[in-house]
C-alpha cells in the first residue's frame, strides 16, 4: 500500500509505501506524488460558502493547459456536488518502440464531482473528455478526435 499524508490544505507531507506502485499510481492520475506539493485527488473548498458560488482553477506547465470552472451545484449527505467544465490544451512528446510521437490536442472535460466537506477529499468523479488535434509519427500527420466517458470512486 501507498500512504500520504497530508495537511487540510492538501499539501503532501510524508510518502510511505512501494515505490513500484507509486509508480503506476502516478501514470493512472498523470502526475507526481512530491512533498510539499498539492495531492491531486484533494480539492480546496473550504472557502466556497454557499451553493451556486463558482470559481476557476487553473493547471499550466510549459505544453500544457487546464482552466476549470467549477459551480457548488448542492449538499448532498455531508458532501458537495460541484459540476465542472475543463478547457483543455495537451501537447506531448514521447518515443514509442523507436517511433517519436507528437501529439497536439485540444477541447473540453465536465461532468460532476463529490467532494468530502470535512476534508475536501474527491471522493468521486463523473465526466467526458472530447479532445480534437493531431499526432505526428515520422513525419506523417493523423487527425485525432477522442470522446471518452470517465468514472473514478475512492473506497475508503
Given at each position: 500500500p501507498i500512504?500520504?499524508?497530508?495537511?487540510?490544505q492538501?499539501?503532501?507531507?510524508?510518502i510511505?509505501g512501494?515505490?513500484?506502485?507509486?509508480?503506476?499510481?502516478e501514470?493512472?492520475y498523470?502526475g507526481s506524488?512530491q512533498?510539499?506539493k498539492?495531492?491531486?485527488q484533494?480539492l480546496?473548498?473550504k472557502?466556497i460558502?454557499n451553493?451556486g458560488d463558482?470559481?476557476i482553477?487553473?493547471?499550466?506547465?510549459?505544453?500544457?493547459?487546464?482552466?476549470t470552472k467549477?459551480?457548488?451545484?448542492?449538499?448532498?449527505n455531508?458532501?458537495?456536488?460541484l459540476?465542472?467544465t475543463?478547457s483543455?490544451?495537451?501537447q506531448?512528446n514521447?518515443?514509442q518502440?523507436g517511433i517519436?510521437?507528437h501529439?497536439?490536442?485540444?477541447?473540453k472535460?465536465?461532468?460532476t464531482?463529490?467532494?468530502?466537506?470535512k476534508?475536501?477529499?474527491i471522493i468521486s468523479?463523473?465526466?467526458?473528455?472530447n479532445?480534437e488535434g493531431r499526432?505526428?509519427m515520422n513525419?506523417?500527420?493523423i487527425?485525432?478526435?477522442?470522446?471518452?466517458?470517465?468514472?473514478?470512486?475512492i473506497i475508503?
Amino acid at each position: 500500500p501507498i500512504l500520504l499524508t497530508t495537511n487540510n490544505q492538501g499539501i503532501i507531507h510524508s510518502i510511505t509505501g512501494s515505490p513500484e506502485l507509486l509508480k503506476q499510481m502516478e501514470q493512472s492520475y498523470s502526475g507526481s506524488f512530491q512533498l510539499n506539493k498539492t495531492f491531486t485527488q484533494f480539492l480546496n473548498i473550504k472557502s466556497i460558502k454557499n451553493i451556486g458560488d463558482s470559481w476557476i482553477d487553473s493547471n499550466m506547465d510549459a505544453a500544457n493547459s487546464m482552466i476549470t470552472k467549477y459551480i457548488y451545484d448542492r449538499n448532498e449527505n455531508g458532501n458537495a456536488i460541484l459540476s465542472f467544465t475543463t478547457s483543455m490544451i495537451v501537447q506531448s512528446n514521447m518515443n514509442q518502440n523507436g517511433i517519436d510521437v507528437h501529439s497536439d490536442l485540444s477541447g473540453k472535460m465536465s461532468g460532476t464531482m463529490t467532494v468530502d466537506t470535512k476534508t475536501n477529499y474527491i471522493i468521486s468523479t463523473d465526466g467526458n473528455i472530447n479532445l480534437e488535434g493531431r499526432m505526428e509519427m515520422n513525419t506523417q500527420e493523423i487527425p485525432v478526435n477522442i470522446n471518452s466517458t470517465f468514472n473514478e470512486s475512492i473506497i475508503k
